[in-house]
């Protein structure tokens, strides 16, 4: 209430959404959605007097916080098992971060896109699956994070092989088990997780 009588929307955006969240750890997810909902709707306005560059910055937080809010309704709806909600607040939240100049929002653009293409496959639509992984995929490749290349390939291959196409299964598998096999210390995104997926892929070409 307070920072919404004094137009403080950047404190008021971050506040609301750790809200949502909370109430989605407690499992309250009518609690979480309807806060969640809230955020969405709180205009991104700083004050008149800030400078151009300060008004981008909060306003860019304000996106990123938004976008991060759309994640968890998501996420409760593809818990739940409402996977055309889980899409909509999905697209929602990329579409917010592919308007971000936010150092980390590529990382975050292939995270939801693979993401998508789960949601794509619990729906047993495979060749949208495909194609949002192959999205993804690219944009890992052009920021140059194997570790998540190596995943992708993976879940491509596993993609596949759903659908009976058992030359592109394995030759997926295959560059998976590559590029995991080419990481370096300080290149895994965690090293005990990574190899753990490594010898997923190794099983899935043996």
């Known amino acids: 209430k307070y920072f919404r009588e004094f137009g ?3 404190w008021e955006v971050m506040l609301v959404s750790r809200m949502a969240s909370s109430y989605e750890r407690l499992g309250k ?3 979480a959605v309807e806060n969640a909902e809230i955020v969405s709707t709180i205009e991104e306005t700083v004050f008149e007097r800030a400078s151009e560059k ?3 910055f909060y306003q860019d937080i304000m996106k990123s916080q938004k976008a991060l809010t759309f994640l968890t309704i998501a996420r409760i709806y593809e818990n739940t098992g409402d996977f055309d909600n889980a899409l909509i607040y999905q697209e929602k939240s990329l579409s917010y971060f592919e308007k971000s100049s936010d150092k980390n929002a590529k990382s975050a653009i292939s995270s939801i896109i693979g993401s998508i293409a789960q ?3 619990f729906k047993y639509n495979y060749d949208k699956a495909l194609e949002y992984l192959n999205r993804a995929l690219k944009i890992a490749e052009e920021s140059g994070d194997k570790p998540q290349i190596a995943r992708l390939q993976n879940s491509i291959g596993l993609m596949f092989g759903e659908k009976q196409d058992k ?3 394995l030759e997926f598998y295959e560059k998976s088990l590559a590029t ?3 990481l370096k210390d300080g290149e895994y995104f965690d090293k005990d997780f990574d190899k753990v997926t490594e ?3 190794l099983g899935n070409i043996g």
Request: charged share 40%; hydrophobic share 35%.
């Open 8 to 10: 403080i929307k950047v």
């Open 29 to 31: 997810n009518k609690e």
């Open 54 to 56: 300060i008004k981008k």
């Open 119 to 121: 949601i794509y496959q």
């Open 167 to 169: 030359q592109k299964k």
């Open 180 to 182: 995991f096999r080419s």
């Open 199 to 201: 010898a997923n892929v």
